[in-house]
C-alpha cells in the first residue's frame, strides 16, 4: 500500500514496516514516516515568490521539508507555526 508517491507499507518479516522506494526502511507503519525522515527547517518564504512575500508574520511560520535519509528523495514538504509539532499527515492502522 503506498502512502505517497515515495513511501510505501510493507511487510517485513510479518510486521508491517515503511520503507522508502529506494528499500530503506523507515519505520514501524504504525508511526510516522517522518519521525524516521531527515528534516530540514527554512523561512517560510523558500518555499517560493508568492509565499508570503510581504513577510507578514515573518518568523513566526517556517517550511518543513522530509527526506530518505538513504537516497535523499524528498517525501514531504509543510508550512506550519515554528512552535507546532510535525504534522502527522497519515496514521495507519495495521490489523
Known amino acids: 500500500m503506498r502512502v505517497n508517491a515515495y513511501v510505501e507499507v510493507v511487510a517485513d518479516g510479518g510486521e508491517p514496516v515503511l520503507r522508502c522506494r529506494c528499500g530503506h526502511v523507515l519505520g514501524p507503519a504504525t508511526e ?3 519521525r524516521y525522515s531527515l ?3 527554512y523561512q517560510v518564504q523558500e ?3 508568492l509565499s508570503n512575500p510581504y513577510g507578514l508574520g515573518g518568523d513566526r511560520f517556517e517550511l518543513r ?5 538513504r ?3 524528498r517525501y514531504e514538504s509543510e ?3 515554528r512552535s507546532d509539532p510535525v504534522l502527522h499527515d497519515v496514521e495507519l492502522h495495521t490489523t
Open 71 to 73: 537516497c535523499v528523495v
Open 32 to 34: 510516522s514516516y517522518k
Open 47 to 49: 518555499a517560493g515568490p
Open 79 to 81: 508550512v506550519a507555526l
Open 65 to 69: 521539508e522530509y527526506y530518505c535519509p
Open 39 to 41: 528534516e530540514a527547517r
